[in-house]
């Protein structure tokens, strides 16, 4: 079973803390994708790579920023947490999204206070 | 924009009846549509995808329909159980080349036993 892993099930952070969400994929897969999930809004792309040290903005990345020095990790960075920020965030994987589909990580729901 | 509007945002159903979950996207180009399903506090995972070149595609108590003229593609759930209860994602592919997916907002089901 393809295991995406992400650090932290729940975090709480101050206002303009510099935030940190990791996620490890162990399967090899060269797509990597960071979700944040809020009521009604559904699952909103941020940030995903397709490859080490590649990356490209999503629907919404505005205060985030990303880092993939390696094909297993994929980080999300939150440069200067704000409250709008509080959220569950979703890491996905994909050897191929149109013929295996995403594998989920279980998510980090972070509050910013 | 590619956006992907689903309804309903809620859906009770009697356990036993069926269930019907409907979804609509924006770009014509979109080729594959993944379903996922979200049970409380637990990560996304995929039910059911169907790409562009099939109207119909089952998995026991679940099927998919798509519609390409009408670019419209519905989730179907027979003999509705408990354990069904959940909130279901769909989502279109966009065909940039990247592989990303564009999420709907999400249907929370609930089967009343």
């Known amino acids: 079973d393809v295991k995406v892993t992400q650090s932290s099930r729940y975090l709480v952070k101050r206002t303009g803390e510099k935030v940190f969400l990791e996620c490890v994929q162990d399967m090899d897969h060269e797509n990597m994708f960071w979700y944040r999930q809020d009521p009604g809004l559904g699952l909103r792309l941020i940030y995903f790579?397709?490859?080490?040290?590649?990356?490209e903005k999503g629907d919404i990345p505005e205060g985030y920023s990303v880092s993939r020095e390696k094909k297993e990790r994929f980080s999300l960075i939150l440069e200067s947490a704000s409250t709008n920020q509080t959220s569950m965030y979703l890491c996905?994987?994909?050897?191929?999204?149109?013929?295996?589909?995403?594998?989920f990580g279980s998510g980090t729901r972070l509050t910013v206070v | 924009g590619e956006n992907v509007e689903q309804h309903p945002s809620t859906l009770s159903v009697q356990e036993g009846d069926s269930a019907v979950i409907k979804c609509t996207y924006s770009d014509s180009a979109s080729n594959y549509f993944p379903w996922y399903k979200q049970e409380l506090g637990k990560r996304p995972q995929l039910i059911i995808d169907i790409r562009s070149n099939v109207g119909e595609k089952k998995d026991q108590r679940i099927a998919v329909t798509l519609n390409k003229t009408a670019k419209h593609f519905s989730l179907h759930i027979t003999e509705t159980q408990p354990e069904d209860s959940a909130v279901y994602f769909c989502?279109?592919?966009?065909?940039?080349?990247?592989?990303?997916?564009?999420f709907g907002t999400g249907t929370r089901l609930k089967v009343l036993a």
């Open positions: 790579s397709y490859d080490v040290k590649m990356k």
């Open positions: 996905a994987s994909s050897l191929s999204p149109t013929v295996y589909g995403y594998t």
């Open positions: 989502a279109a592919s966009t065909p940039s080349g990247t592989y990303k997916y564009i």
